[in-house]
């Protein structure tokens, strides 16, 4: 969520099971427009918070030049101090789903995770990574998965960089209904002539992404409209706590995540 619409975007995420207080957006639009300065980003947006024992985990993202590819994330405890998450290796974004415990709060606490797909005396069947990193691997996780925007929202320019459309003002009422017109925000992970094929209206510069329609299981994504149809909400079921709200014929759109950082592994199996 963009920090300097928090307001205005306040009515759509307090009445979908948020809460984004009064005194929490006065802390982030203070804390991040600092964040923002000090590193010159183009964009700050508010990621969301994943809840832990001690103190919560909030989580920003700074964008520079490209909106995909040059995507920073922090995350505070006391709004302070925004510490660089580290890039997520694979190993920790696997570990971080082997992980039953809820986090504590401290990014240097050592934890130990059980893989009991492995044999007893395997030597990778018990290891050690730090809190920070399984943070990473967490987000990572939920960013490849169910990190989203509308159609148009992100635009390919002719030089290969993406960044946020300016002139962006929204999808039509049609649109808005269906699950095609929202994108993963992530290097497309599918076949380069799948949109071309499955678009008739199919323009590059918007449609370089892969949209959600085509994730498996069918029915894991739950789209809801609200205010005569006018808001759209979009939930993972696999990550539950995220959130996607958009106006149609509006550039309002945000995203949010709120949650344990618990991935629901019986999707599958619900559906």
């Not at 969520?1 to 306040?10: F, T, V």
């Not at 590193?39 to 995909?68: C, E, R, S």
């Not at 939930?235 to 958009?246: A, D, E, N, V």
């Amino acid at each position: 969520m963009n920090i300097h619409k928090l307001w205005e975007h306040r009515e759509y995420m307090n009445v979908n099971g948020m809460m984004l207080t009064s005194e929490l957006i006065s802390i982030l639009q203070n804390s991040l427009t600092l964040l923002q300065v000090e590193n010159h980003f183009t964009h700050v947006q508010y990621w969301g918070q994943l809840y832990a024992v001690d103190a919560d985990y909030h989580i920003a993202v700074g964008i520079d030049n490209d909106a995909m590819l040059d995507r920073k994330y922090f995350y505070t405890t006391d709004f302070k101090f925004w510490g660089l998450l580290p890039r997520a290796k694979r190993r920790y974004k696997l570990l971080s789903l082997l992980t039953t415990f809820p986090f504590r709060g401290d990014p240097t606490l050592k934890i130990k995770i059980l893989d009991e797909a492995l044999e007893e005396n395997h030597p990778d069947r018990c290891q050690v990574i730090k809190e920070e990193s399984r943070l990473a691997g967490t987000i990572s996780n939920i960013c490849d998965e169910a990190e989203i925007c509308a159609r148009g929202q992100l635009i390919k320019q002719p030089d290969g960089t993406v960044v946020i459309n300016p002139n962006f003002y929204g999808l039509t009422g049609s649109e808005a209904k269906q699950l095609k017109s929202y994108l993963h925000i992530r290097p497309s992970q599918q076949r380069w002539n799948t949109n071309l094929l499955s678009r008739q209206d199919y323009n590059y510069s918007m449609d370089f992404l892969d949209s959600i329609d085509q994730d498996i299981p069918s029915g894991c994504w739950n789209l809801s409209l609200e205010q005569g149809g006018s808001v759209a909400y979009l939930k993972s079921l696999y990550w539950p706590g995220m959130t996607y709200f958009h106006k149609a014929r509006t550039p309002d759109c945000g995203f949010l995540y709120v949650g344990n950082g618990r991935k629901n592994l019986d999707v599958p199996f619900l559906l």
